[in-house]
């Protein structure tokens, strides 16, 4: 199978404990990824937590399609309150599969997050992903920073 990585590292105003209290939760994916609308059937068992999330496509901008995922995520805290690690897997129907990696550091009164994806697709997908995958990674850096931003 076609692959791709992707990485993108960010600074937040927020500490390594309290982001990683955001993305160890399933139900804070809501948004945090442009297409993903719900969260359901959540099941833990220790530090691994599965779910299925619902992402919303449109296809030729006007048909909409649900396309149901599993996901996989492993919160590992070791290292807090200074670092920690938020990873996982995910499976679409479409046989594209993504790992994922969000690696968080203290950085001053903040934190630094390198969110690494690794993409594999059937042939003629991985262009496609990969495209919506960097512009999804963009944008959960963008709202986590807006999520997790101090009060004003």
Same mark, same amino acid.
């Given at each position: 199978?076609? *692959?791709a990585?992707?990485?993108?590292? +960010?600074?937040?105003? $927020?500490?390594?404990?309290?982001v +990683?209290?955001?993305?160890a939760?399933?139900?804070?994916?809501?948004?945090?990824?442009?297409?993903?609308? #719900?969260? @359901?059937? =959540?099941?833990?068992?220790?530090?691994?937590?599965?779910y299925?999330? =619902?992402?919303r +496509?449109?296809?030729?901008?006007?048909?909409p399609?649900?396309? /149901?995922?599993d996901v996989? /995520?492993? $919160? &590992?805290?070791? %290292?807090?309150?200074? *670092? #920690?690690v938020?990873s996982?897997?995910?499976?679409?129907p #479409?046989?594209?599969?993504? *790992?994922?990696? +969000?690696?968080?550091?203290?950085?001053? &009164?903040?934190?630094? =997050?390198?969110?690494?994806? @690794?993409?594999?697709t059937p042939? %003629? /997908?991985? @262009?496609? !992903? $990969?495209?919506?995958a @960097? !512009?999804?990674?963009?944008?959960?850096?963008?709202?986590?920073?807006?999520?997790? $931003?101090?009060?004003a």
């Amino acid at each position: 199978m076609p *692959s791709a990585e992707l990485t993108h590292t +960010f600074r937040i105003a $927020a500490p390594p404990a309290e982001v +990683f209290a955001h993305l160890a939760e399933p139900s804070h994916y809501v948004g945090l990824s442009p297409l993903v609308v #719900a969260v @359901r059937d =959540v099941r833990r068992t220790g530090r691994t937590v599965r779910y299925t999330a =619902v992402e919303r +496509f449109r296809f030729l901008g006007v048909l909409p399609h649900d396309n /149901l995922i599993d996901v996989t /995520l492993v $919160a &590992a805290p070791e %290292g807090l309150p200074d *670092s #920690a690690v938020v990873s996982g897997d995910v499976r679409s129907p #479409a046989r594209v599969r993504m *790992s994922y990696r +969000f690696a968080l550091a203290r950085d001053g &009164a903040g934190s630094t =997050v390198t969110d690494t994806l @690794r993409l594999r697709t059937p042939p %003629g /997908l991985l @262009r496609f !992903a $990969a495209a919506q995958a @960097r !512009a999804v990674q963009r944008t959960r850096a963008r709202v986590l920073t807006d999520r997790l $931003a101090p009060p004003a």
